[in-house]
């Protein structure tokens, strides 16, 4: 009878415990106190408890690196009771000459979790516009995702996305990434001298790492103001597991049903990522892919003038990855991709007499990629290559410089341009004498259109110690923009040099100071009859990162640089040099009010943007055109503050949060340029981002 009466009335309880910093999960032990039974936690930190009598029971949750905690639960009058625990880390004093001795010597910053993306204000969830908050990195408008590097130009970057380079990262005018955030765990923005496995690009290299599968089935949901994303992580076996994820935008949507439809951008696009990931005896192998369409139109009215513009885009993106490590030193990998984007921009522009105007941009780039790692305690070896086509196709008017504010260039191109490519590097680490870390590299290019190889030397030094010091050189070379129809193309490379000190004081804090130099040559100009690619400049600046790790939830980082830069506009035939200055500013702080409220905010400060006046005007091929200043003039400068609040919560076993934004808190008036009528004798500005409150919702399972 006592048997029948417990069977019957047996209960369980199941639970979840995680970091409760990072809400990440912890495979801990769960000590029932009154039965005196431990039970583990699985990799996603869930655990769960049978054949229970209905009593009172004192749960105990430990995990190694943080402070146990201590719940008291009844379940007389439960079937099935479920809680949430989180814990809190214990700070573990670490010397930091051991954290210099891991850390790589590739010159770059890296914003260490994903996580971080999402509690940054302003930057929307978006990790392009996370990385504006580091020094040395700019970005035309409130509006953009783009990233221009050091004084480069938005070409000189590369984007790969586990090991998938991705040829079209943003949508038209950087209006969102491709990324789902929720799906970053990590990413490394390469600045500096780049390693010699990057080549063809000048400015930097975007290295994105996804979330991979482990022990249960989990996700994500997300929705606020802006857009709805679903993350699903799904580990089918020890041998098979995949993920997905999708998001689509629908500002277009909101601003249309509250009747903002002129002079604003009325964007939307869809994302879809995917990855399969298979583990063998044989190595990992595993199969990414990313599709992407997107759209886009805007009305704006000056007196009895209208331009109107549409935009129609797709992307498809898909790859493999096999790493193999055929001893505990030796590491082999084989990686192939195929990318392209389609984009056709049609419209109305009041400058051309309201001419009907139609861009058309086609890219595709395939490659097979092969490399070997062998990682010794004196010496790492790296050796790889890899063989390709690229396509490129140019059709039209480019609208983009036009609307950016650039002088009017009036012309139409007709560009279809494709080649093979192929490239073999080397690279080499090793102590000259501890804690001396030397590292020399070479990488050997040939690109479309190119004839002849170009070499690209990197050479760079180490003092492992605290502080750490560095200093690095190389050539970089990258093929030039075929949209300019360059009658003989050659290589755009630039000389760079790195030095730099990193000092780590004490527990979770870090400086890094560092100088730079980028001496062009073969840049993009105007001829005296059509364009050429030997124009000649260069950037130069220092920069200051101070950051706080997180520590108990907390963080903070200050970033500070200055650009000097002087070279060619490939529009400017009367002053095809000039020098430009930039200061820019960022102080971001992310504070944990209490166990379950977060508050982050960030202040933006920077030297406005720079422009063509136009000053006058003239009669010539029987319209109005402008005439600009002999230089350039500089926007007011740009200010703008950013808060977000989070709060956290569990629910039916979930976890997640709720936050509120509000984007450009003083509603500062940052002016993005300005619009000429038909005549070019009226102008009005039009502004930048106003304030904005951004409502959101993430749910976590």
């Known amino acids: 009878m006592n048997l029948f009466l417990y069977c019957l009335f047996a209960v369980s309880i199941s639970g979840r415990v995680f970091n409760i910093d990072t809400s990440e999960p912890l495979p801990a032990h769960i000590y029932l106190l009154e039965l005196d039974r431990t039970f583990v936690c699985d990799s996603t930190g869930k655990f769960l408890i049978e054949d229970l009598r209905p009593d009172n029971y004192t749960i105990i949750a430990s995990h190694i690196g943080f402070k146990e905690d201590t719940v008291s639960v009844d379940l007389k009058n439960f079937e099935h009771f479920s809680i949430s625990i989180g814990l809190q880390i214990i700070p573990i004093p670490l010397e930091p000459v051991k954290v210099i001795e891991k850390k790589p010597f590739d010159s770059r910053i890296q914003i260490s979790s994903g996580d971080e993306i999402q509690i940054i204000p302003g930057a929307i969830k978006d990790v392009f516009r996370a990385i504006q908050t580091l020094p040395g990195v700019s970005t035309p408008s409130d509006y953009l995702g783009l990233i221009y590097v050091r004084g480069g130009e938005l070409y000189e970057n590369l984007v790969y996305n586990d090991n998938l380079e991705i040829i079209a990262p943003y949508h038209y005018f950087g209006i969102g990434s491709a990324f789902n955030t929720d799906l970053i765990k990590e990413f490394e923005l390469y600045d500096g001298v780049l390693p010699a496995r990057y080549g063809d690009a000048i400015s930097s290299v975007l290295s994105i790492k996804s979330k991979k599968p482990e022990g249960a089935i989990s996700g994500s949901l997300g929705i606020d103001l802006l857009e709805a994303k679903y993350l699903y992580i799904c580990p089918v076996n020890d041998y098979f ?46 199969i990414s892919g990313l599709k992407s369409s997107e759209g886009m139109n805007i009305v704006s009215s000056f007196t009895e003038e209208t331009l109107e513009l549409k935009l129609d885009g797709s992307q498809n993106a898909l790859g493999t990855d096999w790493n193999w490590g055929i001893t505990n030193n030796t590491t082999i990998s084989i990686s192939t991709f195929y990318s392209d984007m389609n984009r056709e921009l049609y419209g109305a522009i009041p400058q051309f007499e309201n001419a009907r105007t139609n861009e058309k941009i086609v890219k595709k780039k395939y490659c097979l990629n092969c490399a070997t790692q062998s990682d010794f305690k004196i010496l790492r070896f790296e050796a790889g290559g890899g063989y390709g086509k690229f396509k490129f196709l140019h059709q039209g008017q480019k609208i983009e410089d036009l609307l950016y504010g650039l002088k009017l260039f009036d012309y139409s191109l007709e560009v279809d341009t494709s080649d093979n490519y192929k490239f073999i590097y080397f690279s080499e680490r090793f102590y000259t004498l501890k804690p001396l870390l030397c590292e020399l590299g070479q990488r050997i290019d040939w690109s479309p259109l190119i004839k002849n190889p170009y070499f690209s030397p990197r050479i760079g030094f180490i003092y492992e110690r605290n502080p750490r010091l560095y200093a690095g050189y190389g050539h970089h070379f990258q093929t030039p923009p075929f949209e300019y129809e360059l009658q003989k193309p050659e290589p755009i490379y630039a000389k760079v040099l790195n030095l730099g000190l990193e000092y780590f004081f004490k527990e979770h804090y870090a400086a890094k100071l560092e100088y730079y130099q980028k ?119 740009y200010q703008r503050i950013d808060i977000e609040m989070q709060r956290q919560f569990y629910l039916w076993g979930f976890s997640g949060e709720f936050y509120i934004a509000i984007l450009n808190l003083t509603n500062q008036r940052n002016i993005q340029g300005y619009l000429y009528n038909n005549d070019w004798t009226m102008r009005k500005a039009f502004y930048m981002m106003p304030r904005l409150p951004l409502l959101g919702l993430r749910l976590r399972f």
């Open 241 to 286: 597991s995949f993920v997905f994820s999708s998001k689509r935008n629908y500002l277009d949507v909101l601003l249309k049903n509250i009747g903002i439809v002129k002079d604003v951008l009325l964007p939307f696009y869809v994302d879809h990522q995917g990855r399969i990931l298979i583990s063998s005896p044989f190595g990992e192998f595993s």
């Open 519 to 637: 001496i062009y040559h073969n840049l993009v100009k105007m001829g005296t009859a059509w364009f050429d690619n030997r124009g000649t400049g260069f950037a130069s600046g220092f920069e200051l990162f101070v950051k706080k790790y997180q520590n108990s939830g907390n963080f903070y980082w200050i970033s500070y640089g200055f650009l000097s830069s002087n070279r060619p506009s490939p529009y400017d035939t009367e002053n095809p040099e000039e020098n430009y200055g930039e200061h820019k500013f960022n102080f971001l702080i992310y504070r944990k009010i209490t166990k379950s409220l977060g508050v982050s905010l960030r202040v933006n400060l920077a030297t406005g943007n720079y422009y063509y006046e136009v000053i006058g005007r003239k009669w010539q091929n029987e319209r109005w055109m402008p005439v600009y200043a002999p230089e350039r003039a500089k926007l007011p400068a």
